[in-house]
């Protein structure tokens, strides 16, 4: 079977056991601090998991995309060098929330594995391991399913910790989790390596293809495992490794889905395939580049554009090392488009940008080598000794992508050898804080739970009668607060907007009889909407009936700021290009900040027009539709989802000007177009590689910013004597004579220049039969005392001249050596020792240099420092 027939067979059969089948999420975890990338197929499900979220369907079944190469889950170093490791992987899942456990879940994957109607794998070629004291498991595997006592293992816990083991699985150090049973295939005797739990496990012989979690407890922070009251299920079958076994071949990389990638990279490479590993890496490296480009990660130093840029760039050097030349990786795009892309069409829709970006981060590479070539050349030359420290071998791997085997073959040409042992202790020192910044570090049951939803009415009210559902002060449920105390309030019911979306949280106040709440923000968990703030007058209590009133004025304002941001999103679509997609937003009743993807900054005549479209549909005043629909049809229906944001099985479709815009929202928004009143663009730049922000305001800010841009306008022609309408002419006339002034200027200064050179060629002392000549100039810029040392270069002969001053409060700092003088007497040199002893730096070439510093009171010992100095090096 191929892999592609092996995803749509997994989907169906579970389907027809009464599983939603349920998209792939993006690669960019919605509203999970605790992950860097999606790495499995429960990710998704996670808030199902811990009782946050319920959904119209208890039974799921999906083909997940992963990305395993930064964080606590990173296999990039193994990647192209063993069987199984991959940047990027599917994984196959069927899902349950309190519905079925343990029978059913080991009873679907036997049948799905083994039964000639799907995958038909013989029966004793599997094995399974159980965690050691999962009876119940154990007696399901061989007493109803028939798995011989022989072909199962008990794994008990093998890490170094109770329940740390190969068969628990946990969610983090608190919260949900169980034993996990694990099916593996053995490939055969030929094949070296053991059965699970033994010495040789690691071997590739018995490889594991399924993996059936039960999460039946819930651990709290002092380790004691508490039964949860609906035991779920979470399993997990990676796609290439079961196509490599259905395809009777032992590695990945063999199978029908990775043969074209590898056949693609050699042709883009022009090299052939002889099972080079380093034609594997870029092969699975595409994958995950592709994907993550798709789903709106770019280059960047930082966080997941970070992880990016590593993987193309490893990707770069392997393809280097097989001998490629100029760019290559982004001509294998099209190949993944083919293989993946009717199961992922964002693969389609982004494939001219994905290939952009891959090869604009291919040629910027290409010049990062070169700039690391010459940081390598710097450091080698002031190096002491004959090895190369750890830490700049790091440096260069690490900040400019350079390769260490390149660093080691330069290094090797001048008989250095390579602290090797330094270098792997800052890599594991890298790993250590990224294993850090990404692990789960949460306390699940610290997390506010509440059952019951609450029901939203702020999309038709802005005030409401309430029950108070619960308290909380300090993350621990309270009876009631006192005045005085800051705490959470959760209602039955709310008018209140739960922050999402980019949208601010509503504030305003809840209000009894005896009691008032003013609530600062608001927020959600789950169904439940939570009103954080302060009691300000009497006491509140749980049970207690109160009216809800938002802030009207607030709400209105960022209303119409979150509509504006819909229509800038589709201009810029329009304007730039399909490309553009969102990468984070802020709307409040102030401003809307808009963050998108794009290569380059945005053109004013792009900004004017941007501007123009989105006040062309305020105009024309159409109403702001919403619909409700399931996310299939929202998606027919050619709904964009926004960044960041998960949605449930029915969508909230917001439409405005008929189909201009058209998007997922559940936020609050405008009735009509014209209420937005007129959109400004105040600010635009970029805040990451390849991400643009735009800021803008609406309304009355809009009105008010208008007007003070009037005033200061006003103010401007009023200083050049002029009016709005000859302001223009008046400001050129203004610079033009300003110019010749400056030009007059530098003459002046020339002339003065040319006096004092004359003088201080006398002053020039003579060492070892070359003149020198250190001497102050205050008063000068760099570019003035450059053409001094040009003058006296020529009155002096062989000379070596270091001229410095004070300008503007700095110290400037120029020297040059006659031609004849260079080889031996470097500019650039003594340059480096005279801005050091003023507190700066500076360098340049053997005969011309350049620096300042910040110390004035040490500028005559720095040009002191030009006779020994010249001495030493004659």
Request: glycine share 10%; with cysteine.
């Amino acid at each position: 079977m191929k892999s592609a027939e092996i995803r749509e067979a997994f989907l169906r059969f579970f389907e027809e056991q009464g599983h939603t089948r349920v998209a792939s999420s993006s690669l960019i975890p919605g509203n999970d601090p605790t992950l860097l990338f999606t790495n499995a197929g429960m990710n998704q499900f996670k808030d199902c998991f811990l009782g946050q979220e319920k959904r119209a369907y208890t039974r799921a079944v999906s083909s997940q995309k992963c990305v395993r190469a930064g964080g606590k889950h990173n296999d990039l170093e193994n990647v192209g060098y063993t069987a199984r490791h991959h940047t990027f992987f599917e994984m196959l899942g069927n899902f349950s929330f309190g519905d079925y456990f343990k029978r059913d879940a080991i009873t679907y994957a036997w049948e799905f594995l083994t039964s000639e109607q799907w995958l038909g794998l013989p029966k004793d070629k599997l094995w399974v391991t159980v965690y050691a004291s999962d009876d119940e498991a154990y007696d399901i595997w061989t007493k109803t399913i028939g798995v011989p006592a022989e072909r199962m293992v008990r794994i008990g816990d093998n890490k170094g910790a109770p329940y740390a083991s190969d068969n628990f699985w946990t969610m983090g150090d608190t919260g949900p989790c169980g034993p996990c049973t694990e099916i593996f295939y053995d490939h055969g005797a030929e094949i070296w390596g053991g059965p699970p739990g033994s010495p040789e496990e690691d071997g590739d012989r018995y490889i594991e293809i399924w993996n059936n979690v039960f999460m039946q407890f819930n651990r709290t922070a002092d380790g004691v495992l508490h039964p949860l009251p609906a035991p779920s299920v979470d399993t997990g079958m990676g796609l290439e490794r079961v196509s490599a076994v259905l395809q009777h071949v032992n590695s990945n990389y063999e199978i029908d889905l990775f043969q074209s990638l590898l056949a693609a990279s050699a042709k883009a490479i022009g090299c052939t395939y002889e099972g080079q590993a380093s034609l594997k890496v870029v092969a699975d490296h595409i994958r995950s580049c592709g994907f993550l480009i798709a789903d709106g990660v770019l280059p960047s130093n930082e966080g997941r554009g970070y992880v990016l840029r590593r993987i193309i760039r490893r990707a770069c050097r392997h393809g280097n090392k097989l001998g490629a030349n100029g760019s290559f990786f982004y001509q294998i795009v099209a190949a993944l488009v083919a293989e993946m892309g009717d199961a992922f069409p964002e693969l389609k829709n982004q494939q001219a940008h994905i290939e952009r970006v891959l090869k604009g981060e291919e040629e910027q590479f290409a010049k990062t080598l070169e700039q690391g070539l010459k940081i390598l050349e710097q450091d080698l030359a002031e190096l002491k000794g004959s090895v190369v420290p750890g830490d700049v071998i790091f440096k260069l791997y690490d900040t400019y992508g350079f390769p260490m085997d390149l660093t080691g073959d330069i290094a090797r040409e001048r008989e250095l050898t390579l602290d090797e042992a330094g270098f792997e202790r800052e890599m594991n020192a890298q790993r250590e804080r990224a294993r850090s910044a990404s692990s789960f570090g949460l306390d699940y049951n610290a997390l506010i739970k509440v059952d019951v939803p609450t029901e939203f009415l702020g999309y038709t009210d802005h005030v409401g009668d309430a029950q108070v559902v619960a308290l909380y002060k300090d993350g621990a449920a309270v009876e009631q607060l006192h005045e005085g105390e800051q705490g959470v309030v959760i209602l039955d019911r709310t008018p209140f907007y739960g922050e999402s979306g980019g949208q601010v949280g509503d504030r305003g106040y809840l209000q009894s009889n005896n009691a008032r709440f003013d609530v600062r923000d608001t927020t959600k968990t789950g169904g439940a909407f939570l009103h954080h703030g302060v009691v300000v007058l009497g006491d509140l209590r749980k049970g207690a009936t109160l009216t809800a009133q938002v802030d009207d004025s607030l709400q209105q304002a960022t209303a119409l700021n979150h509509s504006a941001t819909h229509l800038l999103h589709a201009a810029l679509r329009q304007v730039l290009g399909e490309h553009v997609q969102q990468k984070g937003s802020l709307v409040d009743s102030q401003r809307l900040r808009f963050d998108f993807s794009h290569f380059e900054s945005i053109k004013p005549e792009q900004i004017k027009a941007l501007e123009d479209l989105v006040n062309e549909h305020v105009r024309k005043n159409t109403p702001v539709q919403t619909e409700e629909m399931d996310i299939e049809t929202a998606k027919q229906k050619g709904a964009m989802a926004l960044f960041g944001e998960k949605y449930g099985d029915r969508v909230r479709v917001l439409t405005m000007g008929g189909d201009f815009s058209v998007e997922l929202c559940g936020g609050i928004h405008a009735k009509r177009t014209g209420d937005i009143g007129v959109f400004k663009i105040t600010s635009e730049g970029g805040v990451a590689s390849g991400v643009r922000r735009i800021e803008a305001i609406t309304g009355a800010t809009a009105l008010a910013w208008l007007n003070q841009a009037e005033e200061q306008l006003k103010e401007a022609a009023q200083l050049v004597k002029g009016s709005r309408d000859n302001l223009l002419d008046k400001l050129g006339a203004v610079l033009e004579r300003n110019r010749l002034l400056e030009k007059q200027l530098e003459q002046l200064q020339a002339k003065a220049a040319s006096a004092a050179g004359d003088d201080l060629s006398a002053a020039a002392v003579e060492v070892k039969g070359t003149k020198v000549l250190a001497a102050r100039v205050d008063g000068q810029d760099g570019k003035a005392l450059l053409a001094l040392v040009d003058q006296l270069k020529n009155k002096l002969g062989e000379a070596v001249i270091l001229l410095g001053g004070v300008h503007e409060d700095k110290v400037v700092l120029v020297a040059g050596v006659t031609k004849a003088l260079s080889a031996r007497v470097k500019a650039g040199d003594l340059m480096k020792q005279a801005a050091a002893a003023v507190g700066g730096k500076g360098g340049g070439r053997p005969d011309m240099a350049q620096g300042g510093g910040v110390d004035a009171s040490a500028l005559d010992s720095a040009l002191a420092l030009a006779v020994p100095f010249v001495e030493q090096g004659l």
